[in-house]
């Protein structure tokens, strides 16, 4: 390997051993049951899960389902039950209010808690709306990355030869290219300079290819010359069926780790991207958008570049915890 | 051979950029959007080898004589590009090189009113309006102690058509400028265009020899002027040095010298004249106004700009090609409301497709009577335009496309939400800039309905309603794509009409046209600012183009 | 095989790295829909004379595959050698000529230039804030295993591997900038430059303001690195706290302090050596929003810029270069790991 060699040797050989001990599904859930800081990671993505589909319903169904509850709502919570998109009417609201419990903010907690954004839209709305975009193309982009990855991993590894050096050249050439810069690259040029979330998390899955290919290849290497992969062979088992029956299902448990980590790299890399103004387009809302705007109004109202990057950080948080709880289980050494 | 095409194309190319900004200048933010950051980089060679460092002494020796304190810091919105008037025309070059440069004719600070420069007098006007007779004053002379002479004067008029610089609309239509003495010229045109005295005119005038000497370097490296100060040096995107020069003719200025620097980030500009990095900043964000205006030390020098802001209707293709439906678009929002709501002190909502300034300046109707006209907030009219017109049904999605300016974006938001509530479907797209100015320019209705655009004309109402309405430009500086022959014709009156008087009445009824036809929705005209530390700066005044804001070149403004 | 030898060798298996960085990159903007062209002019203007001008130009008039040679500097190559076809070639990327921008209309090597130092001093700044801070904690956090102290530090940096660094930075800005007005909130100050330009009395004061403006955007970029490093600094210390040596060290009766200092330290600083190689292009990544933020004319501001303005070389260029810093970055990392682990046998192929 030309890049990171010393590393590449590092994970080959710690591969072996680092998940060697892992010891089945069912005792990786009791170790995360067990795990403190995984369970909290798993609340925070719970929640988090559970606020996109909720806010995935509403903004689809929203007129048919919930217009009966929208007018007893209107009255009781109004500001949450805002359309995050819609802006006020002339002199309804005001613009960029600071949240209610700052001198000339809003006052009260169940008006604009936090304040109103640029059009006079309520900003918790909005931010609880953003969650969406970010658990999306977390979610997608890495699962694309994942399955894109691990197929070029597993016919590196299994193939070997040039095969293998003409696919471990592209993944590092891939890897060498700035994320960020790659998914702006390919997210502005392939949308023909009309840029939307979609393109993001393709360009996104397509920068998670190497790490996750040059995962499963290690795996590959390693576990081929297992001897129960050797039993195997000998007994004439074909080298394909080994491949996926063996090598890959016993791969999974690190690949999860790595995913549920990824799955928070992709949220920093979208909300750089949308801050720059190539994610998600306005009015929608998006968090890295929402910094993106609130840029400007950073001297005049500071908070509104304060709760985009808070709900950033918590969603990442959340899954940077189940990840490290999660690698710490699969992982018994390290208690 | 292929030397030739490649000017046009620079042509075509730098069109654009003038396009941008024009807008740049009557929008408000702008984020780089053409951001021409390191343009013109220098060479390489002028950072990195130390003997650049000797260069860099020549000013340095003076900052010693009189310390740093001397030198004033203006930050600007975007960063300047190049030094030539005869090549440049954008507006943040110029705030730079009206300092090294005298016009023939210059406005004074704040309003409209030209007053002869190195023109001895006002022009002699013969002909009908078709020959000038411009006098020079004796005592002038350039950075290099050469005097201003009739030569430079036909050189700075000539060569803009010579080299197909993006200045030729200013001058194409001079069929010659002939020297009479060394202090006089004569130009005659080749029909009358009435707003000779007030466009072109007011040219800054360049040293003739020098620059055919070596034209890339006098606009990029050694521009030489007879303005009160003199080029020092520049990196683009960092910075330019203007120093002042000893033996200027006119009445001298007092600061010993400018350094500019570009901050194109609203907040990051902002921010720079609250923690006192910076003298002061042009550009001011309507959002920032009100606290700047309340900090002590601070003082915002202010006036209306000649820029303008406005909606323009796709009038060719698509639902839009229905007057009743543009009209329905205009009732179904407030614009004076988004205006006031957004701007407050920061801008005026205006009924005009030009600035109220240089609409008086020829005594066309007021800012009130335009603002009269304007369609009302009124969706139930909007509705049963839009039900009764064949052109649009509810399946129809209008599209509106935003250059990216949140501002302008918003309202486009505005405009779709509102619509949105009777029952008609429209988005906003929000395009980088190149994209949109290809957009809008094609006129093709699978694009847009709607664009927004700004526009900075100056002092003459042809610059705006010729510019922005006339069929000429169509696919150039207008994409409505608007068709009334006898509107058109109007506009080519009034350009070529040379009474005052007569051209107020057509632009009265040519407005009142666009009005009626809904083909623009004007928005606003800002106030061109300069906030600066009140304690150390004194004297500055704000100009209505962004080129000559705030004016620095006035012998008036002072570093204490 | 000597360090030299390994330097080389290193060098050599780089090649095609970058060979496939520059295809990478070049088939990405090459095959997107949308012509170059297109974006430059109007075209209810531009005749077919012009359109084809300006194609010549950029040498857009040609088959992909020879705009590929070009671009890389073999046609040049071919053409000094004679082969027939490649006689007038431009020289490209091996000759140090990366085309001219489209909007800029000058060398893209050119605009480059004058951004690339300031990125680096950004990054390199960076790092040295991020070890600085990253290495006593991992230890420290290693060394009290499941103590509060380790619990906290763990905390901290998982909070900074979760944080946006942009984020950071304007929330950097608006406490230390807006807020309690101490420090710049932007540009930058050049050390390079001569102190009188800044009106600065001597190069101390000039030192003095680089580090106050250079002190936000790095504590902003720097973060994430530090989290990064803290992890690994704790992890790998923790194992070599385990490792059989030091168990036998510590059984014939070695201080503490002096096994975390001679045994444990040295050892465990190869891993975090390699992940600030690989690390290199998520700083860079991130330097482009730090850029942004802090208004520095750097690598990461061109790119945005010539995104903006889709100007087809620069963006071709800019990206390949930043892939370029990269790939050396790492091999100067592994260098560093050869020459500080003496078990590294130089790469077993030799």
Redesign the interface.
Known sequence: M??????TR?EDGGADDEFEANVGWRYTLGRIKSDTTARFGLAVIALVLAVTVITAIDTHLSRLTFGALDDYMLAQAAPMLDHP???PD??TSE??MPPFFVDGGSGSITDNPLGTD??GRDYLTRLIYGTQISVFVGLTATAIGMGVGTVVGAVSGYYGGWVDDVLM??V???????????V???T???S???PDITYAAVGVAITFIPVFARLIRSRVLSVREMDYVEAARATGVKDRDILMRHVIPNSFAPVLVLATLQI?VTI?IV??LS????GA???TPDW?QM?N?S????????WM??W??VA??IT??GF??FG?GLQDALDP??K | MTRKIDTDAMDLLTRRKLLASGVAVSGTVLAGCLDPADDDAEPPEDDDDPAADDDDDEPADDDDEAPSGDQLNFTQQVAPIEWDPVVANDAYSGQIYHTIYDGLYEYQPGDLELEPKLAAEMPEVENDGQRFIVELREEPEFHDGTPVTAEDVIHTFTAPVEEETDNMPDVDMIESAEEIDEHTVQFDLEFVYAPFEAITLPSYIVNAEARQEDPEAYNTENPIGSGPYQFVEAEIGEFADVELWEDYWDEPSQVASIRYEPAEDDAGRVARILGQETHLIEGIPPADWDDLDAEEGIEIASVESTGYLYFAFNCAEGPTADPDVRRAIAHCHSTRDYVEDIFGEAAEWTNMSVAPETADAIGMEGIDHFQDMAYEFDPETAQDLLDGSDAIDEDTQIDIIAPPDDVRVNWGELIADRLGEIGYEAGVQRLDWDVFTSSYQSGDSDEFQLYTLGWTGGADPDVYYYQLFHQDNEGLTQGHYYENDEFHDMIIQARETFEDDERAELYNEIQEIIIEDCVHIPGWTDLNAAAYLSDEVEGLQADLQTTTNPRMDHPDVTLL | MSLLRYTVYRLLQAIPVMFGIAVVTFLMVNLAPGDPVDYMISEELASEELIASIEARYGLDEPLWRQFLNYLGFSWFLGLLGVPGFADAPPGLLQGDLGLSMYYDRPVSELMLTRIPPTLMLVLSAYAFALTLAIPLGVVAANRRNKPTDHISRIIALFGVSTPSFWIGIMLIVIFGVWLGILPTGRMVYPWRDPAFYGYGNHLELWYQTLRHLFLPVVALGTLQMAVIMRVERSSMIESLQSEYVQLARAYGVSERTILRKHAFRPSQLPVITLIGLNLTTSLGGAVLIETVFAINGMGRLIVQSIQTLDYQLILGTTIVLGFVFVIGVIITDLAYAYIDPRVTYGEEA
């Open positions: 030309a890049i990171g060699e010393q590393q590092e998109t819609r802006h002339p002199g613009r960029r640029e059009a050249r592209f590092e050439s891939l890897y060498a290219i700035p994320a960020l810069v790659l702006i690259v390919f502005v040029l392939v023909g300079n009309n928070g920093l909300a750089g801050f720059l103004g190539y387009q306005p009015p890295g910094l705007v840029h400007q109004y950073m001297l005049s109202n500071p570049s304060v985009p990057g950033i950080m990442i948080f940077n915890l490290d050494r390290i």
